[in-house]
């Protein structure tokens, strides 16, 4: 069975209307849903992204890396209840580097378990010099480009979407 799994963020502009990114996103991801029999679609409320540290790392290195890993079939997600396979997205990605290169260890019930340590408990220093630094050249050894903030940022401000920046990178 072939699956979909869609993340992207989108955000109201003046008087609730969508942009027009968010609508034409909105009308390829029903399209694709529409050629598979069951589906299920979530909306949530996420926080503000600003012109933090986190901006550029969900903003272009999750959303590249994920572009790029589902592009070349790689990291998929499986699930064990259905023993589906489904595209990786930003949120578990997310939850797999915070394991990985922020473990936190737990004693349950007598039991060691390594779990996710929170990020928004590192200052900005480990947070940009450790924990995205180490993501970002691991994720080079993968082949993976990213732009540097700058060339980012100018790109955004150009209009030019998180989305749309991944794909360029990716297929360039």
């Known amino acids: 069975m072939t699956s979909i799994n869609e993340t992207f963020v989108c955000s109201p502009i003046k008087d609730g209307e969508l942009s027009s990114y968010t609508k034409s996103e909105f009308r390829r991801i029903i399209r694709n849903m529409m050629q598979h029999e069951n589906y299920q679609v979530n909306i949530r409320r996420v926080g503000q992204i600003s012109n933090s540290r986190y901006k550029y790392y969900f903003g272009h290195i999750l959303t590249t890396a994920v572009e790029f890993y589902n592009k ?64 970002i050249a691991d994720m080079s050894n993968d082949g993976i480009q990213f732009l540097d903030k700058d060339e980012y940022y100018t790109l955004l401000k150009q209009g030019t979407s998180s989305k ?3 794909e360029m990178v990716v297929n360039n």
């Open 164 to 166: 749309h920046i991944a």
């Open 72 to 135: 070349a079939g790689k990291y998929q997600i499986y699930i064990t209840s259905t023993g589906e396979t489904v595209p990786l997205d930003s949120a578990t990605l997310h939850e797999a580097l915070k394991r990985k290169y922020n473990p936190e260890i737990v004693e349950f019930t007598g039991n060691t378990v390594v779990v996710a340590g929170s990020t928004t408990k590192l200052s900005d220093s480990q947070f940009i010099n450790n924990f995205q630094e180490q993501i």
